[in-house]
């Protein structure tokens, strides 16, 4: 076997490859966020996909060359354009890092595997979620869609392969047999077995009734990823032990042994290439000393404007931004349980722009036009809510809505859209459980940046009544900013709490607004417990530093014994997020909270990057005091917006411990 080069490389390691189905193209999926296209014979980097806000652990392409698909540890995975570049659409619905994704062979549907424990189906043409299939005991860590396009094959943390129907969702054999977890599974292309890879260093054959085939051996350590041959006649196998390894199918006998591998994949003339923790591609012809000529029919990427690798990366580009952004939702006053209802949401101007054509109607206007136009009669049963984006949105940024209210069922759960146009409209479907007739249910719909950057939560509450609703007025709701904002973290990372405020204003204009002095000597846990019951939500800075801080530990766990919904908000910025098995950190009961990543990639421990720092100090009516606790920490509360009396009173007592000392504590709680 002949090893061709030039070496393609990533900046992290090479998770996953793929090839498109005329054998010209390589696709790779990396740590480093971006898949990337290569010119196969020649090795240039074709195209470069700044594809996810963490690292992307699989990709596929569809059979004509035309769709590129992503799944990645962000719990998203996306469709993107290879001809021209553009993301197409994301599928968000996993809780979890999406661990694997495959194309049905004619492109209509996507499955996703999670380490959420499930697998999902999507409609690539309109984003929906077909199903969710349930099964696995503990994480799905691969899957696969046979050729002709009938069954699914899931391979799991739990040990275990899992057959389904691929049209119905229904369960079919499970196959056992490895003695450790399932990495990898692949089908034969002929459709007569299929190939798992295993923690316990073997592969393993089966044919989808479930019958086990046989065990390959010879991997001294953990088998991460599996090929099959287009011609079904050779297996490749790809191991922690540093080797990629081919198999001949019918004997099982190893053909030969190569280096450098974490992931493969075999061409449609049968040429291997793999994916190490080096970041490097690599090339491999089998039963030839150079690569077969590829047909002469024009690729997808032949015309197209490519990215080339490293060119500009330096040079500033100009990028638009939109100042004056709103969201408006139009949701039902009142639901029947059981049924389903409309609500609409937007994303809009709050005015024409300046380039406007005279025939543009003005954004406000047209949202109200396109209500009429989907509500109808309804029209008057629905309540609007209005709220200015936290930030300035790029042109062409990916904003995301996610509607979460404890009890209701939204389809879609989330829709994704890039910020093209002066009003985006996104319709979500929403139904209450039968046993909640009679509740009124609170939650919102959160807008982010990019995946990752809070622009906006606006309160949503649905009265449950299985009466005739009778229309109503239409009213307007005022959304109302958070109050108080309890931020629990570690000193050593005070820079990034200060820094998030000014970096992305997550958490609304109140944050970090007005904070008070926890003087050392007061009962540290009694005080911070009635802090933390006083506010609005609950700011957990998850960090490495802050998984070993008692301090930090005794806030999150008593914020988890008050129970509240969407009271506890953790963020993190280390990859992966920072977590010890071994004592069970963070628990479950912590983990069933949404943790937010951050991007970090602009910050600095002293503060922010010169390309985004502040043009201007924090204004006079920004005021920040630092606290300190027993372990000698400083921290900082947020308690909101008060009152100037409220905020004269707070100074006059500040002024009075400074000049008291020890005499003044009691001025400052009264």
């Not at 296209?37 to 996810?52: C, I, L, M, N, Y």
């Not at 661990?99 to 996703?112: E, F, H, I, Q």
Request: charge should be negative; glycine fraction near 8%; include cysteine.
């Amino acid at each position: 076997m002949t090893e061709l080069g030039p070496h393609s490389f990533h900046d992290g390691p090479v998770n996953a490859v793929t090839v498109t189905t005329d054998g010209a193209f390589v696709i790779s999926a990396s740590d480093d966020e971006t898949l990337k296209v290569w010119d196969r014979r020649s090795g240039k980097e074709r195209r470069t996909f700044q594809a996810h806000a963490d690292r992307v652990r699989d990709c596929a392409v569809s059979r004509d060359g035309r769709l590129v698909v992503s799944a990645s540890d962000d719990s998203t995975l996306k469709i993107w354009d290879l001809l021209r570049g553009e993301l197409l659409m994301t599928f968000a619905g996993h809780v979890a890092a999406v661990t694997a994704c495959a194309l049905s062979p004619d492109g209509r549907r996507l499955v996703s595997a999670s380490w959420d424990g499930t697998l999902k189906v999507w409609d690539c043409a309109s984003g929906r979620e077909l199903s969710t299939l349930h099964g696995h005991t503990d994480a799905v860590s691969d899957c696969g869609v046979s050729l002709d396009g009938r069954l699914l094959v899931s391979a799991g943390v739990d040990r275990t392969l899992r057959l389904w129907d691929a049209h119905t969702g229904v369960a079919g054999a499970v196959l056992e047999g490895h003695t450790a977890r399932v990495h990898g599974c692949a089908f034969s292309p002929d459709g007569s077995f299929i190939v798992s890879a295993g923690q316990d260093a073997t592969l393993k054959l089966w044919l989808t009734s479930g019958h086990d085939l046989g065990t390959l051996e010879g991997h001294s350590d953990t088998v991460w990823d599996c090929a099959v041959s287009p011609d079904s006649s050779f297996i490749v196998s790809a191991s922690a032990d540093g080797t990629l390894r081919l198999w001949d199918a019918s004997s099982g006998r190893e053909l030969e042994t190569l280096f450098g591998s974490r992931c493969c994949a075999v061409g449609p003339d049968g040429a291997v290439v793999s994916g190490g923790d080096d970041g490097i591609v690599r090339l491999w012809s089998y039963r030839a000393a150079d690569l077969p000529e590829v047909q002469a029919a024009p690729s997808v990427l032949d015309d197209a404007v490519l990215i080339e690798p490293n060119a500009g990366d330096d040079a500033p580009r100009e990028r638009h931004l939109d100042e004056n952004v709103q969201f408006t939702v139009y949701r039902p006053r009142a639901i029947a349980p059981g049924e389903w209802h409309d609500m609409l949401a937007f994303a809009h101007l709050s005015d024409l722009p300046d380039d406007a054509p005279e025939s543009e109607p003005h954004p406000v206007a047209e949202v109200r036009r396109l209500v009429r136009q989907k509500l109808g009669d309804d029209l008057s049963g629905h309540l609007s809510l209005t709220q200015d984006s936290a930030e300035a949105i790029p042109r062409s940024g990916e904003l995301t809505f996610r509607p979460e209210v404890t009890g209701v069922e939204f389809n879609p759960p989330f829709r994704s859209f890039l910020w093209l146009e002066s009003v985006h409209q996104e319709d979500f479907r929403l139904r209450a459980r039968r046993d909640l007739d009679g509740q009124t249910l609170r939650g919102r719909l959160s807008v982010f940046l990019g995946g990752a950057i809070l622009l906006a939560d606006i309160a949503l509450t649905f009265r449950v009544d299985s009466r005739h609703v009778t229309p109503e007025p239409m009213a307007v709701d005022r959304v109302r900013p958070y109050r108080k904002i309890f931020p629990s973290y570690s000193h050593t990372d005070s820079w990034v709490v200060d820094q998030f405020a000014l970096f992305a204003r997550a958490l609304g204009d109140d944050y970090l607004r007005d904070v008070v002095a926890l003087r050392s000597g007061e009962i540290w846990n009694t005080r911070l417990a009635e802090l933390i019951d006083g506010a609005d939500v609950f700011q957990l800075f998850w960090s490495w530093n802050a998984i070993d801080s008692p301090y930090v530990e005794n806030e999150w766990r008593h914020a988890l014994r008050l129970g509240r919904q969407q009271f506890i908000r953790p963020v993190y910025w280390h990859k992966p997020m920072p977590a010890y098995d071994d004592r069970d950190l963070p628990p479950e009961a912590l983990t069933e909270h949404h943790f937010q990543f951050i991007e970090p990639n602009q910050w600095t421990e002293g503060g922010l990057a010169s390309s985004v720092a502040p043009s201007s100090p924090i204004s006079v009516g920004t005021r920040r005091v630092a606290r300190s606790s027993e372990d000698g920490e400083v921290r900082e509360l947020a308690l909101g917006t008060r009152g100037a009396p409220l905020l004269l009173a707070f100074f006059v007592a500040v002024a009075a411990v400074v000049g008291l000392f020890l005499f003044g504590y009691w001025l400052l709680w009264p």
